[in-house]
């Protein structure tokens, strides 16, 4: 059963460590930064989820839990895997835009906690 929890996947550690810093006061976070613990019975605990992709494999499992009718709001530092990304968004995948500046991203993570009444 999906809960108000967030889950952050992100292999490279840098978002998820940037999400928790900024964030875990007031919102319950869970972070998955390995590969090779990647379970979709993970995800299923979870109704709002980031998603870095990083690479290749890190898309096709975004395409796994996209299937799962969650709230995925992924993004890339790479501009290729971001345009990947898009393809994916017919499934209901929000793109954040990784370019953003430090206090814009906080912005957009922070609207979108509220918005979708995850702020505590």
Known sequence: MATAKLAV???SKGFSSF????FSKRVD???CTSK?????EWFKNFKHCF????DIEDLFNLMKVAQLHNDVVAGSPSRILEMKIKTVN?????VMDFSLNKNELMLYIDNYLKNNQLLE
Request: hydrophobic share 40%; charged share 35%; aromatic share 16%.
């Open 36 to 40: 090779k613990k990647f379970s979709l």
């Open 51 to 54: 998603f870095v992709v990083n």
């Open 29 to 31: 976070i869970e972070v």
């Open 90 to 94: 017919d499934q209901d995948v929000k």
């Open 19 to 22: 999400v928790k810093h900024y």
């Open 9 to 11: 996947y992100d292999t």
